[in-house]
């Protein structure tokens, strides 16, 4: 019995130390989600406002000759992919590495400590990721894509519906997609073919920034839900600890006193 009392007493200090770094890990995420979610929203708005430029250009018959809409018959696909920066985010970083089962031969670019260190190159922390990173990952990629090195162009990254709901996603982005949507008030200069081959490395770059702070904020929310969950199972299981350690303890001294009364009886 003192065994067991002894065991269920380290079991309660063990999950009572897990308890705690739960709820720091939770308050830290707190912390960050106010700022997450307004830079998610600025890095959208931009994005959106470079994606309906394209959309516009996509539209005119002269830039569908631009090497950035050819479409090709064989699959060589290059993708970034956004992971997080640490675990304990419930399952945000297995449903970025479960999709990528899809691409088992992609040329990758990863964000995110998590992808970097699967993927075996330099650590790039989505926290921390600039436009100066995007736009050199998005000049390899064009470069690359112009001249028919690679045939696709993709990112990997979780979309934010809200604190409790994140998805995992792939966005294209090359080649462009052939539209009928044209602009009656937009002039471009010096023409429309060129404007687009300009403008597609600033896109890919606005798209890439744009994707690895929605993929923070939904991080970030991850691992707030995750940690709010963890906290709660470890804050149960050590009620239910307390309750066996109470029994234990009250029929370990049931027993003494038996043992006692038995023992003045026979005297």
């Not at 269920?8 to 707190?30: C, E, F, N, P, Q």
């Not at 060589?76 to 031969?105: C, H, K, Q």
């Not at 149960?236 to 001294?253: C, K, P, S, T, V």
């Amino acid at each position: 019995m003192g065994t067991d009392i002894k065991t269920l007493r380290v079991r309660i200090k063990s999950v009572d130390s897990t308890l705690h770094l739960t709820k720091a890990m939770g308050l830290v995420a707190s912390s960050k989600i106010r700022r997450a979610i307004e830079s998610m929203a600025r890095g959208l708005e931009y994005s959106t406002a470079l994606e309906e430029t394209v959309l516009q250009l996509s539209g005119v018959e002269e830039c569908r000759k631009s090497p950035y809409m050819a479409k090709r018959d064989t699959n060589r696909t290059s993708l970034v992919v956004i992971a997080g920066d640490r675990g304990l985010a419930g399952g945000y970083n297995a449903n970025i590495f479960r999709l990528m089962r899809e691409f088992p031969d992609a040329t990758v670019y990863p964000v995110g400590k998590r992808a970097c260190d699967r993927f075996g190159k330099k650590t790039l922390l989505a926290e921390k990721f600039t436009y100066a990173d995007a736009r050199e990952i998005a000049d390899t990629v064009c470069r690359d894509f112009a001249e028919g090195k690679i045939d696709r162009f993709g990112i990997v990254c979780t979309k934010y519906h809200s604190m409790m709901s994140q998805e995992a996603c792939v966005r294209w982005l090359l080649p462009l997609e052939k539209t009928d949507k044209k602009s009656a008030s937009a002039v471009f200069e010096p023409d429309e073919i060129t404007v687009l081959n300009r403008v597609i490395p600033e896109y890919v770059s606005g798209m890439i920034v744009s994707a690895v702070k929605e993929s923070f904020a939904s991080e970030v929310a991850a691992r707030r839900v995750a940690m709010d969950s963890a906290g709660k199972n470890a804050q149960e299981m050590i009620d239910r600890l307390g309750l066996e350690y109470n029994r234990a303890r009250q029929g370990a001294i049931t027993q003494e006193i038996t043992e006692i009364v038995a023992g003045s009886e026979g005297n």
